[in-house]
Protein backbone atom coordinates (compact mmCIF):
# COMPACT_ATOMS: atom_id res chain seq x y z
CA UNK A 1 0.00 0.00 0.00
CA UNK A 2 1.78 3.34 -0.69
CA UNK A 3 1.80 5.98 1.54
CA UNK A 4 2.97 9.36 2.17
CA UNK A 5 2.70 10.55 6.11
CA UNK A 6 3.37 13.62 7.35
CA UNK A 7 4.25 14.60 10.57
CA UNK A 8 5.13 18.21 12.29
CA UNK A 9 2.31 19.93 12.20
CA UNK A 10 0.73 22.18 15.11
CA UNK A 11 0.12 25.03 17.24
CA UNK A 12 3.15 28.04 16.81
CA UNK A 13 3.27 31.40 17.30
CA UNK A 14 4.22 33.97 14.71
CA UNK A 15 7.96 34.38 13.84
CA UNK A 16 8.40 30.66 15.61
CA UNK A 17 9.46 27.42 13.74
CA UNK A 18 8.11 24.05 12.61
CA UNK A 19 9.70 21.29 10.60
CA UNK A 20 7.22 19.10 8.94
CA UNK A 21 8.59 15.19 7.92
CA UNK A 22 6.72 12.96 5.07
CA UNK A 23 7.86 9.55 5.68
CA UNK A 24 6.74 7.42 2.20
CA UNK A 25 6.18 3.53 2.62
CA UNK A 26 5.29 0.98 -0.20
CA UNK A 27 6.51 3.17 -2.67
CA UNK A 28 10.49 5.09 -3.35
CA UNK A 29 11.00 8.31 -3.47
CA UNK A 30 14.67 7.95 -4.30
CA UNK A 31 14.56 8.51 -7.97
CA UNK A 32 11.60 11.25 -7.90
CA UNK A 33 10.99 15.12 -6.95
CA UNK A 34 9.02 15.94 -4.29
CA UNK A 35 7.11 19.11 -3.06
CA UNK A 36 5.40 20.29 -0.44
CA UNK A 37 1.84 22.12 -0.66
CA UNK A 38 -0.62 23.96 1.43
CA UNK A 39 -4.02 24.80 1.93
CA UNK A 40 -5.99 27.18 3.85
CA UNK A 41 -9.89 26.93 4.28
CA UNK A 42 -11.58 28.60 1.29
CA UNK A 43 -8.52 28.50 -0.18
CA UNK A 44 -6.97 26.20 -3.11
CA UNK A 45 -4.05 24.34 -2.66
CA UNK A 46 -0.71 26.26 -3.52
CA UNK A 47 2.62 24.69 -3.99
CA UNK A 48 5.30 25.47 -1.10
CA UNK A 49 8.50 24.29 -2.32
CA UNK A 50 10.01 20.97 -4.11
CA UNK A 51 13.25 19.31 -4.53
CA UNK A 52 14.53 17.67 -7.59
CA UNK A 53 15.44 13.31 -7.05
CA UNK A 54 19.19 14.19 -5.60
CA UNK A 55 18.11 17.16 -3.82
CA UNK A 56 20.25 19.48 -5.53
CA UNK A 57 18.03 21.56 -7.28
CA UNK A 58 14.71 22.81 -5.00
CA UNK A 59 12.16 25.60 -5.93
CA UNK A 60 10.33 27.91 -3.83
CA UNK A 61 7.04 29.83 -3.49
CA UNK A 62 7.70 33.64 -3.38
CA UNK A 63 5.97 33.77 -0.35
CA UNK A 64 7.67 31.02 1.40
CA UNK A 65 11.05 32.21 0.27
CA UNK A 66 13.88 32.95 2.80
CA UNK A 67 11.95 31.48 5.35
CA UNK A 68 11.13 27.74 4.42
CA UNK A 69 13.50 25.08 3.38
CA UNK A 70 13.11 21.64 1.82
CA UNK A 71 15.43 18.62 1.68
CA UNK A 72 15.29 15.13 1.20
CA UNK A 73 16.91 12.20 2.64
CA UNK A 74 16.92 9.16 0.49
CA UNK A 75 18.44 6.59 2.95
CA UNK A 76 15.39 7.34 5.11
CA UNK A 77 12.55 7.70 1.95
CA UNK A 78 11.90 11.13 3.34
CA UNK A 79 11.03 14.79 2.66
CA UNK A 80 11.43 17.51 5.29
CA UNK A 81 10.11 21.22 5.46
CA UNK A 82 12.09 23.29 7.60
CA UNK A 83 9.49 26.46 8.34
CA UNK A 84 11.11 29.48 9.80
CA UNK A 85 10.05 32.82 11.09
CA UNK A 86 6.17 31.68 10.10
CA UNK A 87 3.21 34.06 9.97
CA UNK A 88 -0.17 33.94 10.32
CA UNK A 89 -0.74 33.44 6.51
CA UNK A 90 1.27 30.23 6.55
CA UNK A 91 -1.53 28.57 8.74
CA UNK A 92 -2.74 25.82 6.69
CA UNK A 93 -2.77 21.74 5.71
CA UNK A 94 0.37 20.74 4.61
CA UNK A 95 0.58 17.90 2.77
CA UNK A 96 3.64 16.43 0.64
CA UNK A 97 3.82 14.77 -2.90
CA UNK A 98 5.66 12.33 -5.15
CA UNK A 99 6.21 13.50 -8.32
CA UNK A 100 8.21 12.46 -11.59
CA UNK A 101 11.22 10.34 -11.77
CA UNK A 102 14.88 11.86 -12.83
CA UNK A 103 13.19 15.39 -13.49
CA UNK A 104 13.75 18.72 -11.54
CA UNK A 105 11.99 20.43 -9.11
CA UNK A 106 7.95 21.36 -9.99
CA UNK A 107 5.43 23.61 -8.94
CA UNK A 108 2.17 22.53 -10.68
CA UNK A 109 -0.39 19.96 -8.67
CA UNK A 110 -0.88 17.74 -12.23
CA UNK A 111 2.90 16.23 -12.12
CA UNK A 112 2.44 14.99 -8.77
CA UNK A 113 0.91 11.04 -8.14
CA UNK A 114 0.77 10.43 -4.50
CA UNK A 115 -0.14 12.56 -1.87
CA UNK A 116 -0.08 12.23 1.54
CA UNK A 117 -3.21 13.48 3.75
CA UNK A 118 -1.55 16.64 5.23
CA UNK A 119 -0.80 17.77 8.76
CA UNK A 120 -1.92 20.66 10.30
CA UNK A 121 -0.02 24.32 11.07
CA UNK A 122 -1.26 27.21 12.92
CA UNK A 123 -0.32 29.96 13.53
CA UNK A 124 -0.88 32.38 16.11
CA UNK A 125 -0.63 35.93 16.18
Keep these: QVQLVESGGGLVQ ?12 GVTVIRHTLGWFRQAPGKEREFVASINWDGSSTLYADSVKGRFTISKDNAKNAVYLQMNNLKVEDTAVYSCARGPQMRGPKSSRS ?6 RGTQVTVSS
Excluded: E, I, P, V
Design 14 to 25: AGGSLKLSCAAS
Design 111 to 116: DYTYWG
